[in-house]
């Protein structure tokens, strides 16, 4: 889609999970997408009028390039290109949402503008993240899930993360922190378990490796523990509504 331009747009259905801005596909159409970017789990394509089309996949959306004749019952928006691609978003369960931004808007996004560093960005590190957990009550699983500490980890990488860090999910956030927000070594383990877990399910995805086994604790409730020399089995438990997945022995 970078440097092609909508000819046409078919919108297939009055709604995703949220109704499609008034005359959504009138401004798009004859639109250049100068660039494509993605701010935690939204994908950002900034057109030539300087709008922004805000793009979230939700729990079951995809993109599928091609044509899509017939059209399955579940392709919701159809892109036409002039680069003659033809994109397709497709999403059974219509948790996506597209949705199109002024600048004004795009700047006063309700999610958008409150969300916290890119954990793959030189801008997230140890002293950043302790920054944030500082004096927090909360567990460190929750905190971790609060997008205004780090943006776009959801609930298994947090998990993994926190395995590969050996931290307990239970764990107090404020402990990874002086009382001055210094990072302790905690921190440091945290902070760089976490773009370590990113890093590989990145070149997974890119090689479509989607099998079984990927996951060190997730889903794999009453297995040995993956670290060496760690006689633990892998617990579950429910917290914030979510199941965490942890080793009760070297996570503390």
């Given at each position: 889609?970078?440097?092609?331009?909508?000819?046409?747009?078919?919108?297939?259905?009055?709604?995703?999970?949220?109704?499609?801005?008034?005359?959504?596909?009138?401004?798009?159409?004859?639109?250049?997408?100068?660039?494509?970017?993605?701010?935690?789990?939204?994908?950002?394509?900034?057109?030539?009028?300087?709008?922004?089309?805000l793009m979230h996949l939700?729990?079951?959306?995809?993109?599928?390039?091609?044509?899509?004749?017939?059209?399955?019952?579940?392709?919701?928006?159809?892109?036409?290109?002039?680069?003659?691609?033809?994109?397709?978003?497709?999403?059974?369960?219509?948790?996506?949402?597209?949705?199109?931004?002024?600048?004004?808007?795009?700047?006063?996004?309700?999610?958008?503008?409150?969300?916290?560093?890119?954990?793959?960005?030189?801008?997230?590190?140890?002293?950043?993240?302790?920054?944030?957990?500082?004096?927090?009550?909360?567990?460190?699983?929750?905190?971790?899930?609060d997008q205004r500490v780090?943006?776009?980890?959801?609930?298994?990488?947090?998990?993994?993360?926190?395995?590969?860090?050996?931290?307990?999910?239970?764990?107090?956030?404020?402990?990874?922190?002086?009382?001055?927000?210094?990072?302790?070594?905690?921190?440091?383990?945290?902070?760089?378990?976490?773009?370590?877990?990113?890093?590989?399910?990145?070149?997974?995805?890119?090689?479509?490796?989607?099998?079984?086994?990927?996951?060190?604790?997730?889903?794999?409730?009453?297995?040995?523990?993956?670290?060496?020399?760690?006689?633990?089995?892998?617990?579950?438990?429910?917290?914030?509504?979510?199941?965490?997945?942890?080793?009760?022995?070297?996570?503390?």
């Amino acid at each position: 889609m970078t440097g092609a331009r909508f000819v046409d747009v078919e919108v297939r259905r009055p709604d995703l999970r949220t109704a499609f801005p008034r005359r959504f596909a009138a401004r798009l159409k004859g639109q250049t997408v100068e660039r494509l970017d993605r701010r935690a789990k939204y994908l950002l394509a900034v057109l030539s009028s300087g709008d922004t089309l805000l793009m979230h996949l939700g729990m079951s959306g995809s993109f599928r390039v091609g044509d899509p004749s017939p059209p399955g019952r579940h392709d919701h928006v159809v892109f036409h290109m002039s680069s003659g691609a033809i994109v397709t978003f497709n999403d059974p369960r219509r948790f996506g949402v597209m949705d199109l931004l002024t600048p004004r808007q795009l700047a006063a996004h309700p999610t958008l503008s409150r969300l916290g560093p890119e954990p793959l960005s030189a801008a997230f590190n140890a002293s950043v993240l302790a920054r944030a957990c500082r004096g927090k009550k909360t567990s460190l699983k929750a905190a971790l899930l609060d997008q205004r500490v780090v943006a776009g980890l959801g609930n298994i990488y947090v998990s993994e993360a926190l395995h590969v860090a050996r931290l307990s999910p239970q764990r107090q956030a404020s402990t990874i922190a002086t009382a001055s927000g210094a990072p302790r070594p905690g921190a440091v383990r945290l902070a760089a378990a976490i773009k370590q877990v990113l890093q590989e399910a990145v070149a997974r995805a890119s090689k479509a490796r989607y099998r079984g086994g990927r996951f060190r604790v997730y889903d794999r409730a009453g297995e040995r523990c993956r670290h060496t020399n760690c006689a633990g089995v892998i617990a579950q438990r429910t917290q914030t509504g979510r199941t965490t997945y942890y080793c009760p022995v070297c996570q503390k």
